[in-house]
């Protein structure tokens, strides 16, 4: 009798954890984008506004972004300061592609922002503000939609694990 | 008789009504529908023999 239950417990905590971790995964989108946006900021103040080159405007961003996207913009820009004949977009595309299975995004946020990379560092202050103001709406529409999505599916995902982990528990006993 | 059995399907009932009621409430009402009739297969799997136990039953009664 008691394995019985403590075997119950085990699948409705397993079940729990799957539906969370699914809704989880849901508004981690939006937050990652919302701090892709934070950084574009800020890059866009480096550039704009305290002259740096970019490597070195990419690693200060770094530092004031948390997780995944800090690691980004350091990658890149170590692998821009590496002076290796790369351009700023394979750089991107590197740090992107090692961060891929971390980054939440879908792949029209990833676009967005391979576009963004791909105009990044070519002509003058005036166009990098352009590029980064364009993206940033880019991303805050794209924000505003994954929200939606996860107020909609992000309480579905969390009800859904735990009424599978008690059905399944019925069905067994 | 089993009361198990009542219990088990009285808990798969409530369930799926709760299951019906999330899914219907993010706007997912085909699949809300299709957790009900799934319910309903599966509380039949498990009444269909007593049921037939009951035709029996039935049938011994009357001499059929």
């Not at chain 1, 821009?80 to 004949?85: A, C």
């Not at chain 1, 990833?110 to 940033?136: C, H, K, M, P, Y």
């Not at chain 1, 929200?147 to 909609?152: A, D, Q, S």
């Not at chain 2, 023999?49 to 039935?58: A, G, K, M, R, W």
């Amino acid at each position: 009798m008691l394995i019985r239950v403590i075997a119950s417990f085990i699948i409705i905590i397993g079940c729990t954890y799957v539906g969370i971790y699914f809704g989880e995964k849901l508004s981690l989108r939006a937050k990652q984008l919302a701090t892709f946006q934070s950084a574009l900021e800020i890059l866009k103040f480096n550039i704009l506004f305290l002259n740096l080159p970019l490597a070195e405007a990419l690693y200060k961003v770094s530092k004031s972004q948390p997780g995944v996207v800090s690691r980004i913009f350091r990658d890149m820009s170590l692998e821009l300061s590496r002076d290796n004949g790369k351009t700023v977009q394979n750089a991107w595309e590197m740090s992107i592609a090692k961060e891929r299975r971390e980054l939440n995004l879908l792949q029209e946020d990833i676009v967005a922002l391979n576009e963004f990379a791909s105009r990044l560092g070519s002509g003058d202050r005036t166009d990098q503000t352009g590029n980064i103001d364009i993206t940033a709406a880019k991303l805050s529409i794209f924000e505003s939609e994954a929200r939606e999505v996860c107020k909609k599916n992000c309480r579905l995902y969390k009800g859904l694990g735990i009424l599978a982990g008690l059905l399944i528990v019925v069905l067994l006993i | 008789m089993d009361v198990d059995l009542i219990f088990r399907v009285a808990a798969i009932g409530i369930l799926v009504a709760v299951l019906n009621q999330l899914l219907s409430r993010a706007g997912r009402d085909d699949q809300a529908m299709l957790t009900t009739i799934a319910g309903l297969v599966v509380v039949l799997l498990m009444v269909i023999e007593q049921i037939s136990v009951l035709f029996d039953t039935v049938r011994s009664i009357f001499n059929l």
